[in-house]
């Protein structure tokens, strides 16, 4: 009713401020009441510009005062109700002073207003936000001033390519297209997505059978990832007001796999530039100390090829206290690559020992694997003269060595598979959900769980030893075909085998 009273008043123009205060702030307690449509009202002249039928139009306060007069009475009713059944009226009364609509300052203004005043209501007031000063750059004198200087840019562009076409030497032709490619790399610039899917639009032309399918995969995919970012490009004028803010992750958002939080943009931009400084100030130091140390040490070994007898081993071991400095600044320096999210795991460490005129010489060997649960999984093996400096620096390869494996649904492999490696074979069966790893050595389920596998079936025949197993593993699941690798390789869709 009370929209249906709102209509009225924007079409009769009432502008008696008191009957559009009492009929604007009622809300009755009750559902309102079924609305009639405008039709049934045939006194109802829906053309303001018809001044013609002027005496069949009723006077709009009488059918104001008529309306409010019902709602009194359905207040009065529900009052007496109440009363009958020994309840509080007094939040009525509340109810019939509250404004819920937040236009009480607005219906002041009107009532200060002179009746005279024939000033037209339905006025379009801009708000807070319309009243700032627009925006320049979208103005329509720059909207126009960009479109003639578009228009300039391709006349030349277009006099450029047709002398191209006209020229008559090699060298003439040449000229033009260096000019032409530096005229599209300062004006006509395009995005290098567009570059990547003309590139693909040309070799379409040419390719056919297994490629001629990929390629329009390809491009059917990279269509649809610009629509994506363009409908969600801020800075797009296009967009602005379009733009739904929904909790979900826009297109250019970055995650990472490796279990890190949502990285906000511009939120330690500061602190990483002063990082990078201060990294980049110690490591001239250590730089400047050791190239001092390279110095002495050439100016040493330049005098100890003309120095003997006592002098001579004198000035050996300066030189082996050199370079023992060296080295450990050396290894200051050296930095080592961790990353955060995945987890090590030690797979063996080996000690042997060479036999010399001077003694043993004791070595060890170690090998770790590494993996974040996920699907990425490496492995390094390094040596040491201790069990702590060959870990230490396999643990700083193994992240250089990294793997990503396709998990079926998960949990498990795509398919059985076998290998082999020197003298060792390697069957691989996929598992049922829950079925758990039943792998034949410790080795390979390590690997496997680092993976992220939880449900697979392992066999070794031949030598287990620890990095021939491991190696003939990597090979295994570098092997493993998925469902989308058969469909891109045979040009046909795979589905599951209960389907057919």
Not at 465 to 494: C, H, M
């Amino acid at each position: 009713m009370a929209a249906a009273a709102a209509a009225f008043l924007r079409s009769k123009r009432i502008t008696n401020p008191y009957i559009v205060r009492r009929l604007v702030l009622h809300k009755p307690s009750k559902p309102p009441l079924q609305l009639i449509p405008a039709r049934h009202f045939s006194f109802v002249n829906t053309n303001r510009d018809n001044k013609k039928d002027s005496s069949s139009e009723i006077d709009g306060d009488a059918v104001i005062r008529g309306l409010l007069a019902e709602l009194e009475r359905e207040r009065r009713l529900e009052r007496e109700d109440r009363q009958k059944r020994g309840l509080d009226t007094a939040d009525l009364d509340r109810e019939a002073e509250e404004d819920y609509l937040g236009i009480t300052p607005l219906i002041e203004k009107l009532e200060k207003r002179k009746p005279d005043d024939p000033r037209d209501y339905d006025d379009w007031e801009p708000t807070d936000t319309d009243s700032d000063e627009e925006d320049e750059r979208w103005s329509p004198q720059e909207n126009k001033r960009r479109m003639a200087e578009f228009v300039k840019k391709w006349e030349r562009h277009k006099e450029l390519l047709d002398a191209f076409a006209k020229a008559e030497t090699l060298d003439e032709a040449h000229k033009l297209m260096t000019q032409i490619d530096r005229f599209e790399q300062r004006h006509l610039k395009l995005p290098l997505e567009y570059r990547v899917i003309g590139d693909m639009m040309n070799r379409l032309k040419e390719a056919t059978g297994k490629d001629r399918f990929i390629l329009l995969q390809k491009l059917n995919r990279a269509m649809r990832l610009m629509d994506t970012k363009e409908a969600y490009d801020p800075n797009n004028p296009s967009n602005f007001g379009i733009i739904q803010r929904e909790d979900v992750d826009s297109p250019d958002q970055v995650t990472d796999n490796a279990g890190e939080n949502e990285r906000i943009e511009g939120a330690g931009e500061e602190e990483d530039e002063e990082d990078f400084s201060e990294t980049k100030e110690r490591d001239d130091v250590l730089v400047g100390k050791i190239n001092a140390l390279e110095k002495k040490l050439t100016e040493k070994l330049e005098l100890l090829d003309h120095t003997f007898g006592k002098k001579g081993r004198v000035l050996e071991e300066e030189i082996r206290v050199l370079l023992e400095e060296r080295n450990s600044l050396s290894e200051q320096k050296r930095m080592p690559l961790y990353r955060k999210g995945f987890d090590v795991k030690l797979i063996d460490v080996n000690r042997t020992t060479k036999v010399t005129k001077g003694g043993q010489l004791v070595s060890y060997t170690a090998l770790l694997a590494t993996g974040n649960y996920h699907g990425v999984v490496g492995f390094a093996r390094a040596k040491g003269p201790s069990a702590n400096v060959a870990i230490q620096r396999a643990y700083e390869k193994c992240f250089q060595n990294l793997h990503y494996v396709e998990r079926y649904e998960d949990h498990t492999i795509a398919h059985a598979i076998h290998t082999k490696y020197e003298k060792t074979k390697l069957y691989l069966w996929p598992g049922p959900m829950r079925s758990g790893m039943s792998a034949s050595g410790r080795t390979v389920e390590t690997i496997l769980y680092l993976a992220g596998f939880s449900n697979v079936k392992t066999k070794i025949i031949g030598s287990r030893n620890p990095l021939n197993v491991v190696k003939a593993l990597f090979k295994a699941l570098n092997a493993i075909e998925t469902p989308k690798d058969v469909q891109d390789k045979f040009g046909r869709t795979v589905v599951e085998t209960y389907l057919l």
